[in-house]
């Protein structure tokens, strides 16, 4: 999921030429430092959520061990999660973006 949203976002700064004259490799090196940072951002705000709800070591156990039932524990756990996830990645578009 991280790396399709790095690349979308790289997609759309390459049609607005705000990438011109990187490299392939250039942009495959953004791409992982993108998906890792939006990663880190949804984690950060997704555990900042389930804390009061006293979910928060659920969710990091899940990450590290059975990360593909994720997003149905997300969708269970917190109300509105597709409105929720979809603002957390426009707040992660803005702040590694500075959009």
Not at 28 to 51: G, T
Request: proline share 3%; aromatic share 12%.
């Amino acid at each position: 999921m991280f790396q399709d949203i790095a690349q979308e976002w790289i997609d759309e700064l390459t049609a607005a030429g705000r990438l011109e004259g990187q490299a392939e490799e250039d942009r495959r090196v953004l791409r992982r430092d993108y998906a890792r940072r939006i990663e880190d951002f949804f984690v950060a705000e997704v555990a900042r959520q389930l804390e009061p709800m006293g979910k928060t070591a659920d969710f990091e156990r899940m990450l590290v061990w059975d990360t593909q039932y994720v997003h149905k524990f997300l969708n269970q756990t917190i109300p509105g999660y597709p409105s929720f996830k979809a603002e957390i990645m426009d707040r992660a578009r803005r702040a590694i973006l500075g959009e």
